[in-house]
C-alpha cells in the first residue's frame, strides 16, 4: 500500500490519558510495550492478524524488499512473544498489497489481497489457500473491474466466505462483494454493496455472535482523488449494520464529529468482545495531534467518547486487533494489537498486548 501515512501509535500510554478518553462504562484496556515483529531492512505494511484454531497466532503482512519486489509474508507464534521464521506465501510480477485472512472451520487458510501491476497502473483481488500456512494454491482472481483494491476476508456461521473491497470501476469508489459457498473453490459474481457519489474506501466486516453483520468503511467526499486518502480531512468512519448480509440499512458516520473537516478518519476495523458482548470500533485519526493516533470506541457508547490507543511523535498507523489466548485456549479479555511503524526509521510491523 506504501504509505507515508498520517497517525501515531505505541509508547506505554498514561493512565491518566486513558481515563480522559476512557469508554465510558467500559473498564480502559492495559497495553503492554510495544514490540517488534518484522525484521526486513525494506518496507513492512498492512498487517492482518488472527488467532488460529490450534492455538497460534498468524500475522500477514506485505514486503517491499531492496530489490524491489513486493509480496506477502506470514510468521505465527504461540504464546506472541517468540516468533518463527517468516515465510513467503505470493510471488510473480505483481507488487502485492493489503491482505486479509481467515481460517475456516475445517482448519483451511484463506487469503486475499490486491494485486498492483505497475506498468498499466491496474489493480485486482486476488485469493489463495492454504491447509498448513505454508503451501498455498495458485493464487486466483476474483476481481476483474482492474480498478480494485483494499480487500476483507469474512467466513460467516454458515460457511460462507465474503470478499468486500473498493472499486473505481463505476466512476467514483464504492464497494463490492463476492461470495463463496464451497470453501473457495468457486466465487460469485462481483456486486456492489454502496451507491453514493462518495468515493468509499477500506471495507472491514464482521459477522457478530447474534448472527448481525456490521460493516465499517471510509467514506470521502466525491471526487477525492484515490491518492490523497491519507490526507483529504473530509474522511470519516461510516458503519451499515444488515441481518443477512446482502440488504443493508443506511449508513452512519461512526467517527466523532467534525463539522469543520480538520481531520482524517480512515482505515476502520470492527471487533467484537464476546465476553460482554460490546461491539469495537478502531480507526486511525489525526485528531489526536501532529501525527494522529489509532483509537478505540464502543459502538453503543457517544462518539466523543473512546480510548486513544497510542501515544507517540511517530507514524504509526493500520492497526489491527484479534483475540488471542496460549496453549490452545483463548484467554478471556485478551487481545493481540499489530500496525505499522516508523520508530526505527524503516516502516515495520509492531504489536502489542491489550487486557480488559
Not at 470492527?270 to 485519526?285: F, P, Q, R
Amino acid at each position: 500500500m506504501n504509505t507515508k501515512a498520517v497517525a501515531c501509535i505505541c509508547a506505554i500510554l498514561l493512565s491518566t490519558l486513558l481515563v480522559d478518553h476512557m469508554i465510558a462504562g467500559q473498564a480502559k484496556p492495559q497495553l503492554s510495550p510495544p514490540f517488534r515483529i518484522s525484521n526486513n531492512a525494506g518496507e513492512d505494511e498492512d498487517p492482518a492478524i488472527l488467532m488460529g484454531y490450534d492455538g497460534r497466532i498468524y500475522i500477514v503482512w506485505s514486503s517491499k524488499r531492496r530489490g524491489g519486489e513486493v509480496h506477502l509474508y506470514m510468521k505465527s507464534s504461540e504464546d506472541g512473544i517468540t516468533w518463527s521464521a517468516e515465510e513467503r506465501i505470493t510471488s510473480g510480477p505483481d507488487e502485492d498489497y493489503y491482505p486479509s485472512f481467515v481460517q475456516s472451520k475445517d482448519g483451511t487458510f484463506h487469503v486475499v489481497w490486491f494485486g498492483l501491476e505497475k506498468r498499466r497502473k491496474q489493480m485486482v483481488i486476488w485469493y489463495s489457500r492454504s491447509r498448513d500456512g505454508r503451501t498455498w494454491t495458485t493464487p486466483e482472481q476474483i476481481s476483474h473491474a482492474e480498478a480494485d483494491w483494499a480487500p476483507v476476508i469474512h467466513e460467516d456461521s454458515a460457511g460462507t466466505l465474503r470478499v468486500v473491497w473498493s472499486s473505481s470501476r463505476t466512476g467514483n469508489r464504492e464497494l463490492f462483494i463476492a461470495r463463496s459457498t464451497d470453501a473457495g473453490k468457486h466465487w460469485s459474481e462481483e456486486e456492489q454493496i454502496t451507491h453514493s457519489p462518495e468515493e468509499d474506501d477500506f471495507p472491514h466486516l464482521i459477522q457478530t455472535s447474534s448472527g448481525d453483520w456490521v460493516l465499517a468503511w471510509t467514506r470521502y467526499r466525491k471526487g477525492s482523488k484515490l491518492l490523497s486518502y491519507t490526507s483529504d480531512a473530509s474522511a470519516e468512519i461510516v458503519i451499515a449494520r444488515s441481518k443477512d448480509g446482502s440488504t443493508w440499512y443506511p449508513p452512519e458516520v461512526s467517527s466523532p464529529p467534525d463539522e469543520a473537516s480538520r481531520y482524517v478518519d480512515f482505515l476502520p476495523f470492527l471487533l467484537e468482545d464476546k465476553e460482554s458482548a460490546h461491539i469495537y470500533l478502531g480507526w486511525t485519526s489525526s485528531r489526536t495531534g501532529r501525527y494522529g493516533g489509532i483509537l478505540l470506541r464502543d459502538l453503543a457508547a457517544d462518539p466523543n467518547q473512546y480510548v486513544q490507543l497510542t501515544n507517540e511523535d511517530k507514524s504509526d498507523y493500520d492497526g489491527k486487533i484479534a483475540r488471542v489466548g496460549n496453549a490452545g485456549r483463548n484467554l478471556a479479555g485478551r487481545y493481540l494489537m499489530v500496525w505499522v511503524s516508523t520508530r526505527e526509521g524503516n516502516t515495520d510491523i509492531y504489536a502489542r498486548f491489550m487486557t480488559w
